[in-house]
């Protein structure tokens, strides 16, 4: 049966990459000064780059740290990470030893409902295809030392359980690195006395882990292991905790994370360096690169442009208030990143009308980016306004944006870097140098002694606006146990929709005064922190009606096609 011809659009995301040569890894790791005996080759055109450099490089970090944010996320797009690129690309023109350091992508997202993550249009990061999918096989390594530490579990119970475990009170699921809605509840051990103990389990997304979280925040192999072995995976009949050192496979689960821990590099199109390592997702988890490679970055170059995902009320939250924390790090300036397109949605426009000009409604869902702005400035840092110029954009409204922002003292860029690439924000890289000048100001919402239950009502009233938090019964005594062990001076890890300030992902714009329900908590105690899950989010994404992986195909030549 012949295959119908595929039609490849030379305009696409794709097409683009495939369009530019790459410059050999060994060029891009030598802009950095790492030697070649440093650099492990994953192919021409990808490497890893050797541990001990790493943390030689990331135990000094001089560099200035940039972090790139956006509006809440809407259909219409906002560019976060063709910002991020853009930039870093546009401060490399203007002469700075630049690198930039972003999550890898997830296979959920990639074939689910966002497709690719690796820029677009002249700002990405290649070889797009490859960083898409199996890249170096990180996510494959965290997913197999996750499920390894679940197999013990049912392995110890079989074999007669010394520890006491309450298969009842088991709270270490699966994970898989897809999105399957199917798997968000199973039921494990049927098949009779050879095949374990029946029980209820579950599955969650592979960058929901609290693997993945330890992973990106760990400083080395050393505190990899202890950090895994913090894992608190169940609790006895006599409701004390079993943690991963009680199942004694956390040195093997750390043999399986070893290659994996040292950070990747690639290239934009542009041939500026770029370190791509981990990748929580922000909404469920804290949603940040690795801490070795942001910080080997910053001992490596003099400026670092970093991601943060989706919108700064969960991605810059979480990156200022346990990634800055535990890593010791202090930002020099945040941008924001919005979208003409995107702030007529949070106006009230539906995704069907985005093309017609509507000045009111882009006045209207800039309240949103105002949010996001006021919220900078709450964590001592200055703020500049990326516009990720769309060709629909009309003089009016782009006009509109920068009135808005000027109101409330914000500077404002028009960027045209999914066309231009660095060109195209050259503008907003001079900005940044500038900002970046000045003495960080950074300081973190909260203080660690706040109670647990004080923390999640603090980002629910200073950076959400909520009125009031409502704790499940369960909840509230979860917090309370997670105190009377020691861990009250944790952070909290905020799980809620991304597409709104609220836990309703249909409630656009700036809402205020409403109520914020936390039906569950969550402790990751190895990753250090307090995970709170709000409303109807999901730690096991589904598909979306029509997936993007219907659209991803390979050609006779072996190029695939269809990512974006």
Known sequence: MQRAART??????????????????????????????DLYRYGPFKGKVALALAQKAEADPRGKLILVTAINPTPAGEGKTTTTIGLGDAL?????????????????????????????????VIPMDEINLHFTGDFHAITAAHNLLAAAIDNHVYWGNALDIDVRRVSWRRVVDLNDRA?????????????????????????????????????????????????????????????AADLKVTGAMT????????PNLVQTLEGTP????????????????????TRAALGLADYVVTEAGFGADLGAEKFLDIKCRQANLRPSAVVVV????????????????????NIAAVSAGAANLRRHLENMATFGLPAVVAINRFTSDTPAEIAAVEEACRAVGARVHLCSHWAQGGAGA??????????????????????????????????????????????????????????????????????????????DPTLRGAPEGFILPVREVRLSAGAGFVVALCGDVMTMPGLPRTPAAENIHVDEAGAIWGLF
């Open 8 to 37: 490849i659009d030379p305009n696409s995301d794709a097409a683009i990459a495939a369009s530019v040569t790459p410059r050999p890894i060994a060029e891009i790791a030598g802009s950095l000064g790492i030697a070649d005996a």
């Open 92 to 124: 490399a023109r203007a002469g700075k030893k630049t690198a930039i350091a972003l999550r890898e992508p997830s296979l959920g997202p990639v074939f689910g409902a966002k497709g690719g993550a690796t820029g677009g249009g002249r700002a990405q």
């Open 183 to 243: 798997l968000r509840k199973v039921t494990v051990g049927l098949g009779g006395p050879g095949n374990g103990f029946p029980r209820e389990d579950g599955f969650d997304i592979t960058v929901a882990s609290e693997v993945m979280a330890i992973f990106c925040l760990a400083r080395s192999l050393v505190d990899l292991e202890e950090r895994l072995g913090r894992i608190v995976v169940a609790q006895t009949f006599a409701r004390t905790p079993i943690t």
């Open 255 to 262: 043999a399986l994370l070893r290659d994996a821990f040292q």
């Open 274 to 293: 770029v370190l791509i390592h981990g990748g929580p997702f922000a909404n469920i988890a804290h949603g940040c690169n690795s801490v070795i490679a």
């Open 338 to 357: 919005a979208t003409v397109r995107a702030l007529k949605m949070h106006g009230g426009v539906a995704q069907k009308d985005l093309g017609m000009e």
């Open 426 to 503: 050259a503008e907003l890289a001079e900005t940044v140098i500038e900002l970046a000048g000045q003495p960080s100001g950074y300081r973190p919402l909260y203080a660690d002694e706040l109670s647990l239950a004080e923390k999640i009502e603090t980002v629910a009233r200073r950076i959400y606006r909520a009125g009031s938090v409502v704790f499940d019964p369960a909840a509230l005594a979860r917090l309370a146990e997670f105190e009377a062990r020691g861990y009250g001076g944790l952070p909290v890890c905020m799980a809620k929709t991304p597409y709104s300030f609220t836990a």
